[in-house]
């Protein structure tokens, strides 16, 4: 969705071709024309683990990738925006749900797509939320009852697992980790003790 | 340096308009003829805070902006790369310095210029550095000899002071913020108790 071909250049309309400019060390779409690089670099998804009473919301995707697949609300950072407002607009859109008391709480890098996730914790403001346009359905989860084997994405499955050895310890400490592509196989086994 | 006009398409080189994407809320750059739409999304800029024994590393920078300015080695994280590896891949390239013991230190938004630097704390391997390409100079400093009125960003500067608070409590914690344009003014200033 965000991946196309660079074939032209989007300054002045004409052709691109790789070249490594003077004191880069990589290969660039630059412009045989007006010399523009088109550098390409990896994008922020920012989102909420919500939690309400001894539940976390999850949304039913309504589109691709992992259509029908429940994951955290999240989503493409914004321009001019703040990761924490990328969240809780992201957690609006999916979930038409209002947050309060956001805290950093995971950032993962995923290398082989060119992601880092920026998820933050937090609090339902109200029992207020129903399906945004992305979203299928929109439910608050026991932990007894999270559809382990029904997760959209290998990092929203890591965050869940680390939030509830938290909650198991009493304490909440940022996590940082790195998601394989290999990760994926594992997507759809329940998680040891779990 | 990353920033030019999108006019044509990068797809199939036709011109762009301004529209709102069925199932949007933003004007994004979409094709007239392919309907590729452009996403401009915040860039993540990694970086290092380099310890060696009481002292941290900073370098003068050589490339505008702000050339002849001190700074932590940073830069735009790159497709492929973790955080991680993006930070020391920066700290080789600005200072021909290897480093060990590295951890997510700093997470700061800058909203105005949607960036979002995300710097890890680091340690020196050996007493071994020199500028590279973008750096004029690359030293070692002691906290009494830190340039403050000669920074080069406002986000690198709320870093520093935040490193000798937390070397003064003796522990070093995650620290998030964000950066407005306003701050920019304070830049030429020492911090108050520095």
Not at 7 to 33: A, F, M, S, W
Not at 75 to 95: L, P, V
Not at 139 to 149: S, T, V
Request: glycine share 6%; proline share 4%.
């Amino acid at each position: 969705m965000h991946k196309f071909d660079i074939n032209y250049c989007n300054n002045c309309g004409n052709e691109i071709r790789q070249e490594i400019p003077e004191g880069d060390q990589k290969l660039r779409d630059v412009c045989t024309q007006c010399g523009a690089i088109h550098y390409q670099n990896p994008k922020i998804i920012t989102g909420c683990l919500v939690e309400h009473n001894d539940k976390i919301l999850l949304c039913k995707r309504s589109i691709e990738p992992q259509s029908g697949k429940w994951t955290l609300p999240a989503g493409f950072m914004e321009n001019s925006e703040t990761t924490m407002q990328g969240a809780a607009r992201e957690t609006m859109e999916e979930a038409n749900a209002s947050i309060t008391n956001i805290n950093l709480y995971a950032v993962y890098d995923i290398p082989h797509i060119s992601q880092v996730y920026m998820m933050y914790r937090a609090q339902l403001k109200s029992e207020e939320f129903s399906p945004g346009i992305e979203s299928l359905e929109v439910a608050l989860f026991e932990r007894k009852n999270i559809p382990w084997e029904l997760l959209a994405f290998s990092v929203i499955k890591e965050i869940l697992i680390k939030y509830y050895e938290d909650l198991d310890k009493g304490s909440f400490s940022l996590h940082t980790g790195i998601i394989t592509a290999e990760m994926k196989q594992h997507l759809s086994k329940r998680p040891d003790g779990f």
